[in-house]
């Protein structure tokens, strides 16, 4: 198989819909906002009807910043798509090469670009060059929708795992007890992934998540989240 045929099949190759990064960030999104609201109620003076409001307003929350998550991640992907249309459409525009090496330079973060050096940048633009300018398509795809639906998911269902101990348990203050623990729990896990994924300290992630989660509820809350 020839070189180009294997690019090709290489590009076509489908991406995870979120990378590891993407589904653990939005899960921790959904979990603080669905903690802003169960760390407001009043250990001393709620009852089922606060209990019940509280679920509600919770859950109606997260759907609305999840849809709005969901349509954010959309642009998010449209306009990369389009930086990077733009990009190869410039390069094969009949840029001179010091002017293809910069561009290829912009678009890569500052330690990618240090370590190609200028003849690494060199390449790129000459890869990118190989490849014949890609024809006008739809900037949105039904992978991109799906991860769309994804990024809504995970922040919605953020909410369940800390509003559940309050449909359990009906004495408030220990349903507010497990639900804190629960979601300390979520929060060190998300943190583990994340180191694992990075790979550094998995521990040290874990518990630097669920501390900077703690610390960010008692904020928001005092703010008025």
């Given at each position: 198989m020839?070189?180009p045929?294997?690019?090709?099949?290489?590009?076509e190759?489908?991406?995870?819909?979120?990378?590891?990064?993407?589904?653990?960030?939005?899960?921790?999104?959904?979990?603080?906002?669905?903690?802003?609201f169960?760390g407001?109620?009043?250990?001393?003076?709620?009852?089922?009807?606060?209990?019940?409001?509280?679920l509600?307003?919770?859950?109606?929350?997260?759907?609305?910043?999840?849809?709005?998550?969901?349509?954010?991640?959309?642009?998010r992907?449209?306009?990369?798509?389009?930086?990077?249309?733009?990009l190869r459409?410039?390069?094969?525009?009949?840029?001179?090469?010091?002017?293809?090496?910069?561009?290829?330079?912009?678009?890569l973060?500052?330690?990618?670009?240090?370590?190609?050096?200028?003849?690494?940048?060199?390449?790129?633009?000459?890869?990118?060059?190989?490849?014949?300018?890609?024809?006008p398509?739809?900037?949105l795809?039904?992978?991109?929708?799906k991860?769309?639906?994804?990024?809504?998911?995970?922040?919605?269902?953020?909410?369940f795992?800390?509003?559940?101990?309050?449909?359990?348990?009906?004495?408030?203050?220990?349903?507010?007890r497990?639900?804190?623990?629960v979601?300390?729990?979520?929060?060190?896990?998300?943190g583990?992934?994340l180191?694992?994924?990075?790979?550094?300290s998995?521990?040290?992630?874990?518990?630097?998540?669920?501390?900077?989660g703690a610390?960010?509820?008692?904020?928001?809350?005092a703010?008025?989240?």
């Amino acid at each position: 198989m020839s070189e180009p045929a294997a690019d090709r099949e290489a590009n076509e190759k489908p991406a995870p819909v979120l990378d590891p990064v993407e589904r653990v960030s939005e899960i921790i999104f959904g979990l603080l906002m669905a903690m802003t609201f169960t760390g407001s109620l009043s250990v001393a003076t709620a009852g089922r009807e606060e209990v019940r409001t509280m679920l509600l307003t919770a859950l109606g929350c997260n759907l609305a910043w999840g849809l709005a998550d969901a349509v954010m991640y959309l642009v998010r992907t449209m306009t990369d798509r389009a930086r990077l249309r733009t990009l190869r459409a410039r390069i094969h525009g009949g840029v001179d090469a010091a002017t293809g090496r910069q561009l290829v330079a912009e678009a890569l973060p500052q330690a990618i670009e240090s370590a190609l050096g200028l003849e690494g940048l060199e390449l790129v633009r000459k890869r990118v060059l190989a490849h014949a300018a890609q024809p006008p398509r739809p900037l949105l795809g039904w992978s991109d929708f799906k991860g769309a639906v994804g990024v809504f998911l995970f922040v919605v269902l953020a909410t369940f795992p800390v509003v559940i101990p309050f449909i359990l348990v009906k004495e408030t203050g220990l349903a507010l007890r497990l639900s804190n623990a629960v979601a300390l729990a979520i929060l060190f896990l998300a943190g583990w992934m994340l180191g694992r994924h990075a790979g550094s300290s998995r521990w040290g992630s874990g518990l630097a998540m669920a501390a900077t989660g703690a610390v960010l509820i008692v904020a928001i809350i005092a703010l008025g989240g």
